[in-house]
Protein backbone atom coordinates (compact mmCIF):
# COMPACT_ATOMS: atom_id res chain seq x y z
CA UNK A 1 0.00 0.00 0.00
CA UNK A 2 2.83 1.99 0.85
CA UNK A 3 4.47 1.45 -3.04
CA UNK A 4 1.38 2.85 -4.60
CA UNK A 5 1.17 5.84 -2.83
CA UNK A 6 4.74 6.50 -3.32
CA UNK A 7 4.32 6.17 -6.91
CA UNK A 8 1.52 8.80 -6.98
CA UNK A 9 3.87 11.26 -4.96
CA UNK A 10 6.39 10.87 -7.06
CA UNK A 11 4.27 11.57 -10.93
CA UNK A 12 3.59 14.34 -9.59
CA UNK A 13 6.68 15.54 -8.18
CA UNK A 14 8.65 18.02 -10.35
CA UNK A 15 12.77 17.06 -10.36
CA UNK A 16 15.19 19.66 -11.50
CA UNK A 17 18.03 18.20 -14.30
CA UNK A 18 20.42 18.76 -12.04
CA UNK A 19 19.08 17.10 -9.23
CA UNK A 20 18.40 14.40 -11.42
CA UNK A 21 22.05 13.77 -12.85
CA UNK A 22 23.54 14.40 -9.48
CA UNK A 23 21.40 11.09 -8.38
CA UNK A 24 22.50 9.52 -11.14
CA UNK A 25 26.16 9.80 -10.93
CA UNK A 26 25.91 9.27 -7.41
CA UNK A 27 24.29 5.55 -8.04
CA UNK A 28 25.52 4.95 -11.12
CA UNK A 29 23.46 3.65 -14.17
CA UNK A 30 23.74 0.77 -17.28
CA UNK A 31 22.27 1.74 -20.51
CA UNK A 32 21.85 -0.70 -23.25
CA UNK A 33 20.40 -0.65 -26.29
CA UNK A 34 20.43 -2.35 -29.91
CA UNK A 35 20.40 -0.71 -32.97
CA UNK A 36 19.48 -2.72 -36.43
CA UNK A 37 20.29 -1.15 -39.53
CA UNK A 38 18.20 -3.04 -42.62
CA UNK A 39 16.73 -2.58 -46.26
CA UNK A 40 14.19 -3.93 -47.46
CA UNK A 41 13.41 -6.31 -44.44
CA UNK A 42 17.06 -7.45 -44.82
CA UNK A 43 19.27 -6.73 -41.57
CA UNK A 44 22.57 -5.26 -42.63
CA UNK A 45 23.97 -4.00 -39.31
CA UNK A 46 23.44 -5.01 -35.88
CA UNK A 47 25.00 -2.96 -33.29
CA UNK A 48 24.69 -3.72 -29.44
CA UNK A 49 24.80 -0.41 -26.71
CA UNK A 50 26.29 -0.96 -23.38
CA UNK A 51 27.57 1.86 -20.67
CA UNK A 52 28.37 2.45 -17.85
CA UNK A 53 27.90 5.79 -16.40
CA UNK A 54 29.10 6.68 -12.81
CA UNK A 55 31.06 9.26 -10.98
CA UNK A 56 34.46 9.41 -10.20
CA UNK A 57 36.03 9.69 -6.84
CA UNK A 58 39.56 9.58 -5.24
CA UNK A 59 38.22 6.52 -2.68
CA UNK A 60 36.37 4.88 -6.09
CA UNK A 61 38.42 5.62 -9.21
CA UNK A 62 38.48 4.86 -12.58
CA UNK A 63 39.39 1.34 -13.57
CA UNK A 64 41.76 2.38 -16.06
Known amino acids: MTDRSDEESLAGRQIALIDLLDRLLN ?12 IADVDLVHINLRAVI ?9 PW
Open 27 to 38: GGAVLTGDVVLS
Open 54 to 62: RSITPDSPA
